[in-house]
């Protein structure tokens, strides 16, 4: 017999047409059976599991599944949301949350402290995805079904951690094992699965769980529709005719349309996400310091920002503004002249040496391509020949652990809302090579990364004053990297939909329970 | 007296297309050849503040997104698209041909061998291929041209060997061998040449085609890459500006299609001067 | 005596065409006669050493053609074939000069078989059918050949300009092995004759006496059915359309002599003078 | 049944074909031989209007219809149905995908013969669907005497054409005019691909079918033995032009022209 | 007719069995390790090595090679390095989709394409002839995406004609839901007479299927002329002439038919052909298709999804072809006997 595709509810309950015309007939504030229809590019699962998923599943997830804490960025802080408090002792090796009351998992299950115990146990078991970011965590006790207890092998700030936009789920671990087909799922937020078919193209519809702790008013969204569309200009239209209600992520020229198109509202964030060059600076030409330094001046990154149009800002240093740790005053500049002066040290220049360079970039990246379009042509003047090559991830981050570029072109964001990403990733020297595509290795920087954690944990004032320190001996003095921009979000949505907050911790995830629609 | 003329109910048309495709392409190819004269501007050279301006008196064609003038970048990436057509044919032909002749001439299990070969390649979806290899060889013009001739040369080994097939059993083969004339020459001298024509008028029909398939593999990012001027790059970087800029993608898209046009209107007019029949898909 | 096939089948794709022929090719020209897909060119191919036997042999002066040395073979035994034998694209001296490898020699060549060495350059298409028959007869006779192996040499062209060849080909000095339809081109030029039919010699003997006499239906069929001038109207015998016989006699279901005893395969007899594989002989001699 | 006069058949500036009479009568069959290329094939085609692209003047009436004057539609009921062409190849003369009952069907539908006793002739080819059951037992009754008038096994038209020998189809092709009722018979060369046998039996049907019905005969061929036995009146052409033309007899014993002699002195 | 067909079949073995071993190589050949791909971009060597052992990528060659083989014979297609899914079974979605959209695009360019070559071959020469022959060449020249976004734009966004992409309104999966059987939406929805699902379907197939078709239409435009001018070249259609038939008869009921077997031939590669290559359209508007399953595969290094895709198209090829052989065997009974 043939199966039957779609519908959870019976055939004769009718519904309207999800989104159809969300813009332009306001529904009475009566309630919203419309379905929000947000546009990802790419297919939204690939795992289900709340202890491994580490993708773009988390769009969903983090509307199906809590986590202890949440990432205020525009407070800088972290704010409540399964734990309602906490607080931390022993220099920041002991934790304690106050659980919220009242909370049912979407199987009815009370949301406990020896639940969450449970289920922080075995994300840290299975040892995929992020688990790492509880890599510090020696023992979970739960003295009382709302107190959640954490011990610390070394400082750390675990309310930054419990943040996070992966692994750090609490989820009811009795119904876990069954969510891998994507028919029912162990979380306690304010949706639910209602369909999944993957490869299909409104690949996922969630649905309102109607326990869930914060309530529900009228004008929610009670379902929400996830349609694949790949291309920009078809998500557009389809923005533009109320098809679809969200798309995450414009090009400047389209953003600026947005702008003025009818229906339709647009917004732009900062992100987390900046873009580095990160310079060989253990073998090759770029071993001398001054040539990485000219090539820090080369670059211009008022054309980029100029080119870029808004879907990238300079930065300042390594870490993007929102984070700890961002320290003004280390915007980078072009100075060609300089640049000239530095190469022709190092005996290259137009007159002299010609000097060849290999870089290597992500394939299909438009943004990176734009920068290594005007870095090229900026170089060619300098007698500099770049040789850019575009490469899918794999193969890049191959050829970069064996060294085999002078410059590693590419994107970072923290899993967590925490600049010690970056440092300790990229900067901290480590054998085999992973991610330090520079192969930095500087025992002084190594030993101020590692006490960064405990820092933060402690005493912020004195973290910051370090992540001050450390950006200027990374950049200034080692010149092991250029931070061209800090990528912006780009957004539109139809203009009834109200509540729209984009939150740079959590990349491209809507919280479709603070929505409304107008009315 | 009653006279007859041949009967006109509609005009006739002189066949002179072939002779158009291939002022066409001349045009075409002449703009590549000089570019560095015609170019109103110099190749690849960004003026971020300039960037996305319509057409005008000054850019006709008007500015991309890092404000490059589109003219100058089309007349330049015309170098490119025409020579990656022309290594493409010119590689795919040369191993189609000679495994195709031998094919064709040897008969028996060396063709089977030859054939099957052949089938697996035709078997395997050709973009895939291309994709695939693209990918394993990273992305460069010379990827392009390896990636597409991989899939290209099996349609010529079956053309040839085919035709190849049919003049071996000409009797001036047959002369020849009783001649005493030794195998590799008699492929040389009598089947080659008399096989080629159906092969060239093919590899006309199917430059378009190859332009068509490189502009597709830069589209995708597998093929030619910055700074590299080339016409799928160019429109798969202005694809996304398509509602809002339109010249960015349409210029090099109506040169891609003009230009596989020529080499189609060139190939189809040979074809039908030549041999009515044939016609092999890319 | 040079080229002698022994038990001879021939077939293509391992499916034959030609059924153990025995024949010698002897002094004075020899007819291979037989309609239209009876095995004549197969056989031709087979001589020419272009194809393979796939049972019996052979043999070239005594040699059999698989292992002998091709080289002294190759250039005794030339073909003249069919009309379109030219290479479209070379010209005249070079398809003559094909062999010998000697281009001096061309002009003398060309004299030889009646053309104007002013026509060397030329190529193929720029020729009548009959100069280009006489270009292939060059080719053939550059490199000395001893036996020339004719296949239907002249039916492409017109009755003027056959009669020129044949003339020309009379005149040659080697030996020659013709093929043709035309019964009375065989008379003039050969000496014996053999009649194939559906792959089989059905008779041989010396070509006047054959075809006055001919002691085999099929012959007999044959020589009736061709018009002669201001000669009563062609007679055709027997039911034209059937295929041959896959058993027994192959002619039996077009003969209008066929006796049951047909259906066994008749074993060549000498008969008044030649060989003869039917069982009626003797009948048709009589009629 | 076939009178011409000053016909000229021209392919640009180059006149391929002359002739300044020519009648078949009849019951007579005439021949026209000549070297290849000599427009014996053009002139054929002149006479149904077949010649593409060609510029042709003249007088040319075949059984009362005046080819160069008729329109297309008169054009093509000559064709077929009054004046039937037998060409020389004769499977390639079939289209191979038809089976030859069908070939014939359509033929016969398309000249409205219906072998019905009160609709032969009629215009109405197509019938109304009462007509049609008796209509197809007609017309199939038609075909299968047709094909005995030519000795054929009508269950040949079950058959495709590359299913049937060369005297077969040469065999079906005159059924067929018989079977449209067909005065005049144009043969091109009816003969030359095939072997002498089969040929003497074509040549046979030919002869019978004059005697039997009085058909007429026009016959191309370049065999002058073959054409010297069964033609009445031989017009010879060299270069395009008739160089000579007369009763059979005459012209093959003792030509006039000179290029006729040529021709049989050939003759091996 | 039975011999042919087992050599035939044997053939086809022979070549998917080589595609098998092609795609192996390949897969091999990609660099950049598959566990990365499976691991993510941040995996550390642990999740690395687990991802290896996973894959059997620890093995020597020929053993993985060996494995490959009895898992695809068993129908284990392998886990897709990108969406984690089995092979098979998002092949089982996108291929039904390619199947709709080509299915649909071949049918309008045989729709299309063949009349217009019989009225080109019709009006040899002549003005009908040239305006055929230029726009079919159009057909082939125009770059896909290009005209995909141009028609999109327009008919789509400006006109508001047909929607601006998908498959079929999702709204639709609630009010009747489609029950499947073949997987294929519209022949699903037309079997089981679920009305608004197959006219939505029809509606959303207009715009990617004319840009699908447009290459077809073209060469089988050409094809068609090109056959039935060679094929009113013949004898027979001097006969047939001479028969009195019309010339539009002759064409459409004697010539055409002989002449169809090369557009036949065209017809099964262009299938197999634009199967894979309507990846573009496929993106453009939104369609969940094989084309864009190889795209995905292909760029984030899904050795598995691009074998399994490899493999699925190959054999398409060869039973296309098949099918292809026997049809051809149906319209000319020459090559019955061949
Ligand atoms: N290359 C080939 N492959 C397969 N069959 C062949 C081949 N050449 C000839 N035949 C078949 O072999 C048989 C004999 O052919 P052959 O050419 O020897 O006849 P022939 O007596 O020379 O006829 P013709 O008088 O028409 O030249 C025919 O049935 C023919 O179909
Ligand atoms: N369609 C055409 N266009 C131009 N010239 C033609 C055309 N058809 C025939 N001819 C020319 O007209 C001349 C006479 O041709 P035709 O076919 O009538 O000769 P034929 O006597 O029948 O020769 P054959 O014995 O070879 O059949 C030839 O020189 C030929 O090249
Ligand atoms: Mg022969
Ligand atoms: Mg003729
Ligand atoms: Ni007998």
Redesign the interface.
């Known amino acids: 017999g043939g199966q039957v595709r779609g519908a959870s509810q019976p055939p004769s309950a009718p519904a309207t047409q999800p989104g159809a015309s969300a813009s332009t007939s306001a529904a009475p504030a009566a309630v919203n059976d419309k379905a929000f229809v947000y546009a990802p590019n790419l297919d939204v699962v690939t795992d289900w599991d709340p202890a491994t998923s580490y993708s773009n599943e988390n769009i969903a997830m983090q509307n199906i599944y809590e986590s202890l804490t949440r990432y205020n960025a525009a407070s800088q802080k972290p704010e409540p949301r399964l734990a309602t408090e906490w607080s931390s002792a022993d220099g920041g090796k002991e934790w304690t949350f106050k659980l919220r009351e009242g909370v049912k998992f979407h199987s009815g299950n009370p949301v406990t402290a020896e639940a969450a115990k449970k289920a922080i146990e075995r994300t840290m078991k299975l040892k995929s995805g992020a688990a790492y970011i509880w890599d510090a965590v020696k023992k979970i006790e739960a003295p009382d079904g709302g107190t959640l207890k954490f011990t610390l092998k070394y400082a750390t700030p675990l309310d930054l951690v419990a943040s996070s936009g992966y692994a750090s789920y609490i989820y009811d671990t009795s119904v876990v094992e069954k969510v891998k087909d994507g028919t029912t799922d162990a979380g306690s937020g304010p949706y639910t699965i209602d369909t999944w078919a993957k490869g299909k193209e409104t690949e996922l519809t969630l649905k309102a769980f109607d326990d869930y702790w914060g309530g529900w008013k009228p004008g929610q969204y009670k379902k929400v529709a996830f349609r694949v569309t790949p291309e920009l200009t078809t998500a557009w239209q389809l923005l533009k005719n109320g098809e679809v209600n969200f798309v995450q992520r414009l090009n400047p020229q389209l953003f600026a349309q947005a702008g003025s198109t009818p229906g339709v509202q647009a917004t732009r964030t900062p992100s987390f996400q900046n873009l580095m060059l990160l310079f060989n600076t253990e073998s090759g030409p770029l071993k001398d310091v001054k040539v990485r330094q000219a090539l820090q001046k080369v670059l211009d990154y008022d054309g980029l920002a100029a080119a870029l149009e808004g879907a990238g800002v300079k930065g300042s240093g390594l870490v993007p503004q929102g984070l700890l740790g961002f320290t003004p005053g280390l915007e980078p500049k072009q100075d060609l002249k300089e640049a000239a002066e530095l190469l022709a040290a190092a005996d290259y220049g137009p007159d002299l040496n010609e000097l060849k360079l290999s870089l290597t970039y992500a394939q299909g990246d438009a943004d990176q391509q734009l920068m290594v379009t005007l870095l090229s042509s900026q170089l060619k003047k300098l007698n500099v020949t770049l040789q850019a090559k575009p490469m899918q991830w794999n193969a890049q981050w191959d050829l970069g652990k064996k060294k085999g570029q002078d410059i590693f072109v590419m994107y970072w964001f923290p899993d967590y809302a925490d600049p010690y990403s970056w440092f300790v990733n990229v900067f901290r020297s480590a054998d085999p090579v992973s991610f330090n595509l520079s192969y930095l290795k500087d025992e002084a920087i190594d030993k101020a990364i590692d006490a960064l954690p405990q820092l933060t944990a402690t005493d912020r004032a004195a973290a910051e004053q370090s992540y001050a320190d450390l950006q200027k001996k990374i950049i200034e003095e080692k010149a092991a990297v250029a931070v061209p921009y800090v990528q912006t979000y780009q957004r539109a949505l139809t203009a009834g939909v109200q509540g729209y907050v984009d939150n740079p911790a959590y990349p491209n995830v809507v919280s479709f329970y603070d929505l409304t629609l107008a009315g | 007296m009653t006279v007859v003329e041949p009967r006109r109910r509609l005009p006739r048309m002189p066949d002179r297309l072939a002779a158009f495709g291939a002022v066409l392409l001349v045009l075409i190819v002449a703009s590549a050849l000089f570019a560095p004269w015609l170019a109103p501007y110099e190749e690849n050279d960004p003026r971020p503040l300039d960037k996305l301006l319509e057409p005008s008196s000054s850019h006709w064609f008007g500015t991309d997104h890092v404000g490059r003038d589109i003219l100058t970048q089309i007349l330049y990436g015309g170098r490119t698209s025409l020579a990656i057509a022309a290594a493409v044919l010119a590689v795919s032909a040369l191993v189609g041909v000679t495994l195709g002749v031998v094919a064709g001439y040897a008969g028996g299990w060396i063709r089977d061998v030859i054939m099957r070969i052949t089938d697996i390649f035709l078997a395997f979806p050709a973009l895939l291929l291309s994709l695939a290899l693209a990918v394993v060889l990273q992305p460069s013009v010379t990827t392009v041209i390896l990636a597409i001739a991989v899939t290209w040369w099996p349609w010529y080994a079956r053309l040839s060997a085919s035709v190849a097939a049919s003049v071996s059993t000409r009797s001036y083969v047959d002369a020849a061998r009783c001649l005493g004339v030794p195998a590799p020459v008699i492929v040389w001298r009598h089947v080659l040449p008399n096989s080629i024509t159906p092969v060239l008028v093919q590899l006309s029909l199917d430059a378009g085609g190859v332009i068509l398939t490189a502009a597709a593999l830069s589209y995708l990012g597998l093929g030619a890459h910055e700074p590299t001027a080339e016409w799928g790059l160019m429109v798969q970087q202005g694809q996304a500006l398509f509602t809002t800029n339109w010249w960015v993608v349409t210029f090099p898209g109506l040169a891609i299609l003009v230009t596989a046009f020529a080499f189609n209107v060139l190939g189809e007019g040979l074809r039908s001067a030549l041999d009515p029949r044939r016609t092999v898909i890319r | 005596m040079i080229l002698r096939a022994d038990g001879v089948t021939l077939g293509y794709g391992g499916r034959p065409v030609v059924h153990d022929v025995t024949l010698d090719i002897t002094e004075g020209g020899v007819g291979l006669i037989g309609e239209s897909g009876s095995g004549k060119t197969t056989l031709a191919r087979a001589f020419l050493g272009l194809l393979r036997p796939m049972s019996g042999t052979i043999t070239f002066n005594g040699k059999d053609l698989r292992t002998a040395g091709m080289k002294a073979f190759r250039k005794a035994v030339q073909p003249v074939f069919q009309a379109e034998s030219l290479d479209p694209r070379m010209s005249v001296a070079r398809s003559i000069a094909e062999g010998s490898r000697d281009r001096a020699a061309v002009p003398a060549l060309m004299e030889q078989v009646g053309l104007d060495p002013a026509l060397a350059a030329r190529r193929p298409h720029q020729l009548s059918g009959g100069q280009r028959q006489r270009v292939v007869i060059a080719r053939a006779l550059a490199v000395r050949p001893e036996l020339l192996i004719l296949d239907e040499p002249t039916s492409a062209l017109d009755v003027t300009v056959q009669a020129r060849i044949l003339e020309l080909l009379e005149g040659l000095d080697a030996e020659r092995l013709l093929i043709t339809h035309n019964l009375a081109v065989v008379e003039r030029l050969c000496r014996t004759s053999h009649v194939l039919f559906a792959g089989r010699v059905v008779e041989s003997g010396p070509t006047g006496e054959l075809l006055r006499r001919p002691a085999h239906p099929y012959t007999l069929a044959l020589r009736d059915a061709v018009p002669r001038l201001g000669g009563q109207p062609p007679v055709a015998r027997g039911r034209t359309e059937a295929a041959p016989a896959s058993e027994g006699c192959p002619f039996r279901l077009r003969c209008p002599l066929a006796v049951p005893e047909c259906e066994s395969a008749p074993e060549p007899r000498e008969v008044a003078g030649r060989k003869v594989a039917c069982h009626r002989a003797e009948l048709v001699l009589s009629a | 049944m076939i009178r011409v006069r000053d016909l000229r058949v021209a392919y640009g500036d180059r006149v391929v074909a002359e002739v300044p009479e020519l009648d078949v009568g009849r019951g007579e069959c005439v021949a026209i031989v000549g070297e290849s290329g000599s427009g014996k094939s053009t002139t054929l085609l002149a006479l149904l209007g077949l010649t593409e692209g060609a510029r042709v003047s003249g007088e040319v009436s075949v059984c009362g219809v005046d080819v160069m004057k008729a329109r297309p539609r008169a054009l093509r009921a000559v064709r077929g149905a009054k004046a039937a062409l037998v060409i020389q190849s004769p499977q390639a003369a079939l289209s191979p995908t038809t089976r030859l009952g069908v070939l014939m069907r359509r033929a016969l539908r398309l000249h409205g013969v219906t072998g019905g006793p009160s609709l032969t002739g009629g215009a109405g080819s197509t019938g109304g669907p009462g007509t049609m059951g008796k209509g197809a037992r007609g017309i199939d009754a038609v075909m299968a005497q047709a094909c005995e008038a030519v000795l054929l096994d009508p269950a040949i038209l079950r058959r495709y054409p590359h299913e049937i020998s060369g005297g077969q189809a040469q065999r079906f092709a005159i059924a067929m005019a018989i079977a449209l009722g067909a005065e005049v018979i144009l043969a091109d060369e009816p003969t030359s691909a095939l072997d002498v046998t089969v040929q003497a039996e074509v040549v046979g049907v030919l002869r019978g079918l004059r005697e039997e019905r009085g058909l007429a005969v026009l016959l191309v061929s370049h065999d002058l033995a073959l054409v010297s036995t069964i033609a009445d009146r031989v017009l010879v052409m060299k270069d395009g032009v008739v160089v000579e033309s007369g009763p059979a007899r005459h012209v093959l014993r003792d030509p006039d022209h000179p290029y006729t002699r040529e021709l049989l002195e050939a003759l091996p | 007719m039975i011999g042919y067909l087992t050599r035939r079949l044997g ?1 086809a073995l ?3 069995a ?2 098998v071993t ?2 192996f190589v ?1 897969m091999r ?6 566990a ?2 499976y691991a ?3 995996a ?4 690395l090595a ?1 991802a290896s052992r996973q894959f059997g990528l620890d093995q020597p060659l020929h053993v993985q090679l060996w494995n490959y083989v009895r898992d695809l014979v068993t129908g284990d297609w392998g886990t897709s390095l ?4 089995p092979v098979r ?2 092949l089982f ?2 291929f039904p989709a390619s199947l709709e959209l080509v299915g649909a695009a071949l049918i309008l360019a045989i729709v299309v394409g063949i009349p217009v070559g019989v009225l080109a071959a019709r ?1 040899k ?6 305006g055929v ?2 726009g079919s ?2 057909a ?4 896909v ?2 005209l995909a ?1 141009t028609l ?2 327009v008919f ?2 400006h006109l508001g004609w047909f929607p ?4 079929y ?3 639709l ?9 073949t997987n294929i939406t519209i022949v ?1 929805a037309l079997i ?1 007479g679920n009305w608004p699902i197959f006219t939505s379907t029809l509606d959303h197939l207009v715009l990617p299927a004319l840009v699908v078709a447009a290459y077809p239409a073209g ?1 089988i435009a ?2 068609t002329r ?2 039935l ?2 094929e009113s ?4 259609v ?9 010339e539009t008869t002759i064409l459409t ?3 055409l ?2 002449a169809l077997n ?1 557009v036949l031939s ?1 017809i099964a ?2 299938f ?2 634009s ?3 309507g ?2 359209v496929e ?6 298709g094989l084309g ?5 595969a ?4 899904d050795t598995p999804g ?1 074998a399994g ?2 493999l699925l ?2 054999v398409v ?2 039973l296309v072809n098949l099918v292809v052989d026997l049809l051809q065997g149906v ?4 090559v019955r ?1 061949r």
């Not at chain 5, 001097?238 to 019309?246: I, K, M, S, Y």
């Open positions: 053939q022979l070549v998917v080589g595609v092609l795609t390949i050949l990609v660099p950049g390790d598959p990365v791909a993510g971009p941040k550390t060597p642990e999740q687990a990108r969406t984690r899914q079974e998002d979605t996108a009006h020469a002549r003005l009908p002839d040239l022959r230029l060449m159009l082939v020249s125009v770059p995406f290009w976004l999109q734009t789509a966004s601006v992409a998908g498959e309104d999702a709204s999966d609630t009010t009747s839901p489609l029950t499947l059987w699903d089981t060469v050409q094809m090109a056959a001018i060679e070249g013949q004898e027979h001097r006969l047939e002439r001479a028969l009195g038939f019309g009921r004697f010539a038919r002989p090369p065209l590669l262009v197999a052909y199967l894979v290559n990846f573009l993106a453009v508007f939104n369609w969940p864009r399953y190889a795209f995905n292909i760029t984030s290094a691009i895709v490899t198209v190959a090829y060869v319209i000319d009974p020459r006997t």
